[in-house]
């Protein structure tokens, strides 16, 4: 029974339905994995034991009458951008460390209904705003596979959470690689899906037109459960698009012969380390054994994405934490002496140092006589690199390549180089502008570090993506490394 | 001809009578206890999204068919940013570079008969921010977001209006105009209908625009006559005596008379617009729009024309009956239960009817007094079962009591005396009382007819028929 960390969550999943345990004593175990390690990993900023012992207790009575949905028993995590009702949101910041939210996100909702028990809050860079996760007001989170390492960020407690096997599956939020750089520096599974495929209602919003909800779990098969019952369409977000959830778990095991895979020749740059590299062709030799077919795709825009992408997020972050004012909830100054103070000292105290020069950014992005220059010149390359990925995938079916530039790096090793701490996001931040969806998968190791092979879709592409990257986990077994020590 | 020219465009808010908000699913009725109708979205809270309200959007697509304006097949809802209390999100939604509706006009009618079309460079849809309150409490401010995110639409006219009076005749077209379409309720004072001027003056014959100023919420139509008066002369004689107007936003402050600069804090705003990623672009369907089109009702200019050419109305009078969609609707009851004379029922709905609701600030919709009742009045008035004069003592009697005509004059026996015997009767009664008055007449004092016009009627109560009085009169005095 103390072993049950070990499995997967489709494992899980089966075990629960089919009574071998039970879902207090899955609970229960986790937990106890989870206080162990809380005190060098820091992968939670909050831990609701009690809550999930109780709703352990329902699902296990739900299960043992014929009833429960897909996850029914089922621990996860949320990243703590997740409005939790009940439970506080903290997005990692002073600014929400006192903020319980009143209402349930779509997402956790859906997790819920599906019968998925959550165990606690993760640990993130404030706001989503980092690739490190040491912009956390509640401390760095550490890589399980080397504690003086970053475990990647903004999704960084979910990422170690899940590689630690302390939960079997998490929530993140991908807006320029949150999900899959940490999924690869931590030798885990993450998909960020289509813009729009999961509802981003209840998500504490970076930049709107990026941000998507996704899954971190330990293999593609997980991530297909998973996300198949956090997907659709959201009457409460707009922006999500109302068309069917295929059935991902089903398509899993479809063949690949045939499979037009192209290479993104843009991110085989000198940025890329060479061991990492022989990683990432290693892995595509696996995929042509497979009976898919290679070639190079030029996307001649996508070394813009940085640049461009450090226009239009922190332009969209500017105005979305505005609201966190002082005046109605989170974070206020004491003793403000006019309105004027209340709102600098409110900020000033409450934010962190990279939400605030992400905030300061954006301002000026938008400002009167720099909009044209900035923010509707970067909406013009953002339409030229999407135009880039719609003509690649006319041709090819996915689209591959490394997913970091390098394995993890040292905690404080870039925090005095915000510029440097950017170009990690260089081969994540396409598919964000894009809209598509992208999957990262561990395939190798350099240096005793896992790395990440990505493999980017079409539009409403995760059934085909999640499909490749199972093919993949079936010859493969990267994904069933442990870091030492927490097997 | 004055030196200075005044150029004055408008931009009225008006508040479209959605049940719910824009945004949101919270009501919008009015008087709620503080931050009762304000729910997650209206507050601002974490990780929520607006999702728009179509019946908002139906709502402006009406105003824009009814000024004859451009609908967009596509238009985009952006954020204006600033900072306030009564902002929850930190940001407005609006519509800024590619609004809703654009190019409109409407006619209005000048003191000398003349018609002048008055541009509507734009129209489009906003949410309003929430209020400040500061009474009884005494230390803070207390922030109300009942109306955060009820939904407005903004109409912006060209600067075509050259005078106060223009301006007020301008904005209470509009104000008739919502009224018509039914997407506004008109409500002056509780905001729901007020606008913003821009004011500025140039030497007449000049082409270029003077600098001007912008006078905030303007919430009755006198204020916007006094303040544009006000702001006129300010701006004049701040020219004539060799300054310069600057371009700022100044309020109304109805108890001075006199406009005031706002903070300057508060004019210096960038709002850092831009387009609101959590809504996509607003997309309208032909289909949408002619569903929209055939909803409309007769517009205020239409029925006014009609009213003129199928009653035989001075085009004043046709304007008057059609101010509102109630007034008209009852002119037509009248003229209906009448079975003719639209001319009598003109003169009594704009005359005494008008004046009545007017003393007891009623609305013509209120009931008081039923179409029917009133052409039950002017039936008499028609068959000359009573005198004009006497109608309106019976109109008086109705009013007070609610009950009909016929009623009033049996109970007070006010029917008119239309035989002539008993005309002449009375008449030699007077002639027998007054022969001082009688030999005068005779004599030449032409005048003192309607001296014998006048003991006669009293005589009767008022209610020999005029007509026949006049006649029978001059016979008998003639000898």
Not at chain 2, 245 to 256: A, I, K, M, S
Not at chain 2, 261 to 267: A, F, H, N, T
Not at chain 2, 365 to 392: M, N, V
């Amino acid at each position: 029974m103390s072993e049950l960390h070990k499995r997967t969550l489709t494992e899980l999943a089966a075990g629960l339905r089919s009574r071998k345990f039970s879902s207090v004593e899955l609970v229960r175990a986790l937990l106890g994995r989870i206080e162990a390690r809380q005190g060098v990993l820091n992968a939670f900023v909050s831990v609701t034991g009690e809550q999930a012992l109780a709703d352990a207790a329902a699902a296990d009575r739900a299960l043992a009458a014929g009833g429960g949905g897909a996850l029914a028993g089922v621990p996860i995590a949320h990243k703590d951008l997740f409005c939790t009702r009940g439970v506080r949101t903290t997005c990692g910041s002073r600014m929400l460390d006192n903020f319980v939210s009143p209402y349930d996100a779509t997402v956790v909702a859906k997790l819920k209904a599906a019968g998925a028990i959550t165990l606690g809050k993760t640990n993130m860079d404030e706001f989503a705003m980092g690739s490190s996760n040491e912009n956390s007001y509640y401390g760095p989170v550490r890589n399980p596979w080397n504690v003086k390492l970053v475990p990647g960020g903004s999704s960084g407690g979910s990422a170690a959470a899940v590689a630690a096997r302390l939960i079997p599956g998490a929530t993140g939020t991908d807006t320029g690689g949150s999900i899959r750089q940490p999924a690869a520096l931590c030798g885990i599974t993450g998909i960020k899906p289509t813009y729009g495929r999961v509802s981003r209602y209840g998500m504490v919003a970076f930049a709107s037109s990026l941000d998507q909800g996704g899954a971190l779990t330990t293999s593609a098969a997980d991530a297909a459960l998973m996300l198949r019952e956090m997907a659709g369409f959201d009457p409460n977000d707009s922006t999500s698009v109302d068309t069917a959830v295929p059935d991902y778990v089903a398509g899993l095991d479809a063949p690949l012969a045939g499979l037009k895979v192209g290479l993104l020749k843009e991110f085989f740059d000198k940025g890329l380390e060479a061991e990492n590299e022989r990683r990432i062709r290693e892995a595509l030799a696996v995929f042509e054994k497979l009976g898919a077919r290679l070639r190079e795709v030029s996307l001649p825009n996508l070394p813009l994405s940085v640049p461009t992408y450090y226009v239009v997020a922190p332009a969209e972050a500017s105005s979305n934490l505005a609201r966190f004012d002082g005046v109605r909830y989170g974070y206020r100054c004491k003793e403000p002496r006019d309105l004027l103070d209340l709102y600098k000292r409110s900020r000033g105290e409450g934010f962190g140092a990279e939400v605030k020069r992400r905030i300061m950014t954006g301002t000026y992005v938008l400002s009167a006589g720099y909009y044209d220059a900035y923010y509707l010149r970067a909406q013009k390359v953002r339409q030229l690199i999407t135009d880039d990925f719609r003509r690649a995938f006319r041709d090819v079916d996915v689209l591959m390549g490394p997913m970091t530039p390098t394995a993890a790096f040292a905690i404080g090793a870039k925090t005095d180089d915000p510029i440097a701490m950017y170009l990690n996001d260089i081969y994540t931040i396409g598919a964000n502008l894009a809209g598509v969806p992208a999957i990262s998968v561990p395939c190798g190791f350099v240096d005793g570090l896992p790395v990440g092979l990505q493999i980017v879709g079409p539009h409403f592409g995760e059934a085909r993506l999640l499909n490749v990257a199972h093919r993949y986990q079936r010859e493969t077994d990267w994904h069933t490394r442990v870091p030492q020590g927490y097997a | 001809m004055s030196e200075w020219e005044t150029v004055i465009g408008l931009e009225i808010h008006a508040q479209l009578a959605t049940r719910s908000k824009i945004f949101s699913g919270s009501a919008t009725a009015y008087g709620a206890p503080p931050n009762a109708q304000a729910n997650l979205v209206d507050l601002g809270y974490p990780g929520v999204l607006p999702v728009l309200n179509g019946e908002a959007v139906r709502m402006a697509v009406k105003l824009g068919l009814a000024i004859n304006a451009r609908i967009a097949r596509s238009s985009v809802f952006a954020r204006k940013n600033y900072f306030y209390p009564d902002l929850p999100k930190g940001y407005q939604i609006s519509q800024y570079e590619l609004p809703i509706v654009a190019d409109g006009a409407v006619d209005i009618v000048l003191d000398d008969g003349e018609v002048k079309r008055i541009g509507i460079t734009r129209a489009h849809l906003e949410e309003d921010a929430g209020k400040s309150l500061h009474e009884g409490l005494p230390g803070v401010t207390g922030i109300d977001l009942n109306r955060a995110g009820t939904p407005l639409v903004e109409i912006v006219s060209e600067p075509h209006l050259r005078s106060a009076k223009e301006a007020v005749t301008y904005m209470k077209k509009v104000h008739t105009l919502v009224r018509y379409l039914e997407i506004c309720d008109g409500n002056m004072q509780e905001g729901s209908f007020r606008c913003d001027a821009n004011v500025s003056v140039r030497r007449a014959g000049t082409q270029k625009f003077g600098t001007r100023a912008e006078i905030k919420n303007l919430n009755s139509f006198r204020f916007v006559e006094r303040a544009i008066n006000y702001e006129v002369s300010r701006q004049i004689d701040l020219l004539e005596s060799g300054g310069q107007v600057v371009q700022e936003t100044r309020l109304y402050d109805p108890d001075q008379g006199e406009t005031r600069p706002m903070r300057s804090k508060e004019e210096a705003n960038d709002y850092r617009y831009f387009p609101d990623p959590d809504l996509l672009p607003l997309v309208l369907s032909d289909a949408l729009i002619e569903e929209v089109r055939a909803t409309l009702p007769e517009l205020p200019d239409q029925k006014a024309a009609r009213f003129a050419s199928e009653y035989a109305l001075s085009a004043y009078d046709a304007g008057v009956l059609t101010a509102s969609r109630e007034l008209a609707a009852y002119y037509e009851d009248v003229v209906r239960e009448l079975k003719g004379e639209p001319k009598l029922a003109a003169n009594w709905v704009m005359g005494e009817l008008a004046a009545a609701l007017n003393r007891e600030n009623l609305e013509v919709g209120s009931g008081r007094l039923p179409a029917a009742r009133l052409a039950g009045l002017l039936k008499r008035i028609a068959d000359q079962t009573i005198s004009g004069k006497i109608a309106k003592e019976v109109f008086e009697a109705m009013w007070s009591t609610g009950r009909s005509a016929d009623e009033v004059i049996d109970a007070q026996g006010l029917k008119q005396i239309t035989d002539s015997s008993a005309i002449e009767r009375v008449i030699d009664e007077v002639m027998n009382k007054n022969p001082a008055q009688l030999a005068d007449y005779r004599a030449g004092k032409d005048k003192l007819f309607g001296f014998f016009v006048g003991q006669v009627m009293k005589a009767t109560g008022g209610k020999a028929n005029p007509a026949q009085l006049n006649e029978l009169l001059k016979k008998k005095l003639g000898g």
